[in-house]
C-alpha cells in the first residue's frame, strides 16, 4: 500500500535556495524529479499544503499553486477531502530498485500446513499491549539508552528464570545473551566457536532447513549426522571429526522423534571426549502432550551446552527476541559479537517480553494454545488414520508438526506439486535432508496454524493428491521398507551434485 504523507509531521527533503529562482518554480523542480524518478510513488499522498509550506518556510498559497500546476501536468491527483496523491503515470516513473517488475502469479493457497507458524489467531495481543504499555511507563529513563551488552538484564533474569522452572536448565541472568531469535543467536555461537578453534559442526540429517549455510557463512565445515527413532545418532557423530553439534532434542525437526534418555547421557559424553560443545535447539519443548517435557541439556551440562530458544513458537515469529544460554567461558565473546553486529535488541520489548512472563500472562497462554495444539493434534490424527489407515503419522508426542508417511509407490515431489494444485501446502522431507539416502516418501505437516475444519479438509485434498500423483517412476522405490525411516544411513548423493555441502558421518 502506498504511504500516506499527509498526516503527522511528515517531512519532505527540499532544499531551496535563495538564488533568484522563484520558490514555487523550486519545489514544481524537486516534486518532478523525485516522481519521475520513482523517490515518490504512485499512491503516495503529499503532505497538505499546510504542512508543506511550514516546513518549507513559504506561503500556503506558494504550495497550492504548485500542487495545482504539478496537477495540470499530470504528476499528482487532487481530491477534495482526500489530499493529493502522487498519479499513476505509464513509462515515467522507474520501477524501484530492488521491486521486481512483474511479481510470479502465486498458487492460490487455502490451506497451508507449512512448517513453523504458531497460531496467529490466538497471538496474545492484548497482553502484549498490556505489556509494553507497562514498559513504556515503567521503563526507567536511562532503560532508553544503550543497553548492557548481553542484553536486558531484566529479561535475561526472567528468562533463566523460566528456563530454570520450566525446562529444568541451571544458567543465570549472567550465562545469558539475548538476540534477535533463534536465528540470530545460531549465527551468533557459530561465529564464537569458529573463532575459538572449533572447525566442524554436526548437524541432524535430516534437519532443519539452511542451518548449513549459516553455519558456512560462520566459516564452518559441516558433517551430516543421521537421525533415527531415538534422536541423532550418537555413534556416527563419534566417528565425525565436529567438535561442535545442532540439536534438536525435545522434538526432532523434522522427524519429531525426542532424544532417548541413553543418547542424551552419550551426547554429552561425546561432548566431554572431544572436549567438544552441544547446541540444544530448545523449540517445541513447550508443547509435549503425552507427560512432561524433558529437561534442557543444558541442565545436564551447562559447561558444555548452549541452550538457544526464542519466542517464535511459544508466542509469534514477529516478536523477533531471543536468547542464548552459553557456558560461562564464552559469555564475553558472545556479547561482543552481538554488539559488532547489531548494539541490541529492542529495549522496550525486551521489557514487555520480561514482563509478560514474570505476569504469569506467558504460562496462561501457553496453556491455552497447549490445549488448542493438542485438539488439533488429535483430529489431524483421527482423520489420517481413517484416510491413510493405521501408523501412518509420526513424531506426535510434541510440538505442531507431525510426518505423515506416504505410500511407497508415489513421489513425494509429485504429491507436494499435486497437493499446490488443489489449494494445499505441504512440504515433502527432501527440503530437510542434507544427504539423499532412499528413503521413503513422507510429508511434513504442521498443524499449529490450521482449524481443525481445516485439517480434515486438507487431509483429504491430500489423499486426493496422492491418488493423482501415482507414477511409474515412484514404484521405484516401492520395495524400501518403513523401517528406513526417518533417516537412513548410506548416503547416496549430496544436496548440491559436484559440490556437496556437506560430508556424511554413517
Ligand atoms: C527448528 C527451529 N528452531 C528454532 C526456530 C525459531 O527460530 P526464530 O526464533 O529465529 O524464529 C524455528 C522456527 O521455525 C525452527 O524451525
Redesign the pocket.
Known amino acids: 500500500m502506498p504511504a500516506d504523507w499527509s498526516r503527522d509531521s511528515a517531512e519532505l527533503v527540499i532544499a531551496l535556495d535563495r538564488t533568484g529562482i522563484s520558490f514555487a518554480l523550486q519545489i514544481q523542480g524537486h516534486l518532478r524529479d523525485a516522481i519521475r524518478e520513482g523517490r515518490l510513488v504512485a499512491g503516495e499522498r503529499l503532505p497538505s499544503t499546510r504542512r508543506l509550506a511550514d516546513q518549507l518556510g513559504v506561503s500556503r498559497g506558494t504550495v497550492v499553486e504548485v500542487y495545482e500546476q504539478l496537477g495540470a501536468e499530470g504528476y499528482v491527483d487532487s481530491v477534495v477531502g482526500s489530499g493529493t496523491r502522487v498519479a499513476r503515470i505509464p513509462g515515467i516513473q522507474r520501477p524501484r530498485t530492488g521491486v521486481p517488475a512483474a511479481a510470479a502469479p502465486r498458487p492460490n493457497i487455502q490451506i497451508d500446513f507449512e512448517?513453523?507458524i504458531p497460531d496467529l489467531g490466538s497471538v496474545p495481543l492484548r497482553d502484549w499491549v498490556w505489556a509494553v504499555g507497562e514498559a513504556t511507563r515503567t521503563l526507567p529513563t536511562a532503560g532508553l539508552g544503550d543497553e548492557e551488552p548481553a542484553g536486558s538484564r531484566h529479561l535475561r533474569e526472567v528468562v533463566t528464570a523460566y528456563h530454570r522452572r520450566v525446562r529444568a536448565g541451571c544458567a543465570t541472568a549472567d550465562d545469558a545473551v539475548v538476540v534477535g531469535?533463534?536465528?540470530?543467536g545460531l549465527a551468533f555461537t557459530l561465529a564464537v566457536l569458529a573463532r575459538s578453534g572449533i572447525e566442524v559442526l554436526a548437524l541432524e540429517d535430516p534437519g532443519?532447513r539452511e542451518h548449513d549455510i549459516i553455519a558456512e557463512r560462520a566459516g564452518l565445515n559441516v558433517v551430516a549426522v543421521p537421525v533415527d527413532a531415538e534422536g541423532l545418532n550418537v555413534a556416527a557423530l563419534r566417528a565425525s571429526r565436529a567438535r561442535a553439534v545442532l540439536v534438536?532434542p525435545a522434538h526432532q525437526?523434522p522427524t519429531g522423534v525426542a532424544l532417548s534418555p541413553t543418547r542424551r547421557r552419550e551426547l554429552v559424553a561425546w561432548a566431554h571426549e572431544v572436549d567438544g560443545v552441544i547446541l540444544e535447539?530448545d523449540?517445541d519443548a513447550e508443547f509435549r502432550y503425552d507427560r512432561q517435557a524433558v529437561g534442557s541439556l543444558q541442565g545436564l551440562d551447562p559447561e558444555r551446552v548452549f541452550a538457544?530458544g526464542?519466542?517464535?513458537?511459544t508466542i509469534a515469529?514477529a516478536i523477533?527476541i531471543?536468547w542464548v544460554l552459553a557456558p560461562p567461558r564464552f559469555v564475553e565473546a558472545l556479547s561482543e559479537e552481538k554488539q559488532l553486529s547489531s548494539r541490541g535488541a529492542p529495549g522496550l520489548d525486551q521489557e514487555a517480553l520480561a514482563l509478560l512472563i514474570e505476569s504469569g500472562r506467558f504460562d496462561r497462554h501457553l496453556r491455552r494454545v497447549r490445549e488448542l495444539y493438542r485438539k488439533r493434534r488429535d483430529t489431524l490424527a483421527k482423520e489420517v488414520a481413517a484416510v491413510f489407515g493405521p501408523d501412518r503419522l509420526h513424531g506426535l508426542a510434541a510440538g505442531c508438526h507431525a510426518v505423515l508417511q506416504l505410500p511407497l509407490d508415489v513421489d513425494e515431489d509429485a504429491v507436494v506439486e499435486s497437493a499446490q494444485s488443489l489449494g494445499v501446502r505441504v512440504t515433502g522431507l527432501r527440503p530437510y535432508r542434507l544427504t539423499y539416502p532412499p528413503a521413503p516418501p513422507a510429508l511434513l505437516l504442521a498443524f499449529g496454524n490450521l482449524s481443525e475444519h481445516q485439517l480434515v479438509r486438507g487431509v483429504h485434498a491430500i489423499a486426493e493428491a496422492v491418488r493423482r500423483s501415482k507414477s511409474p517412476k515412484s514404484r521405484q522405490i516401492a520395495s524400501l521398507s518403513l523401517s528406513t525411516m526417518p533417516g537412513g544411513r548410506t548416503p547416496v548423493r549430496h544436496r548440491s551434485p559436484g559440490s556437496p555441502r556437506s560430508s556424511t558421518a554413517t
Open positions: 512448517y513453523g531469535g533463534f536465528r540470530q532443519p534438536t525437526c535447539d523449540y538457544l526464542s519466542v517464535s513458537k515469529p523477533r531471543g
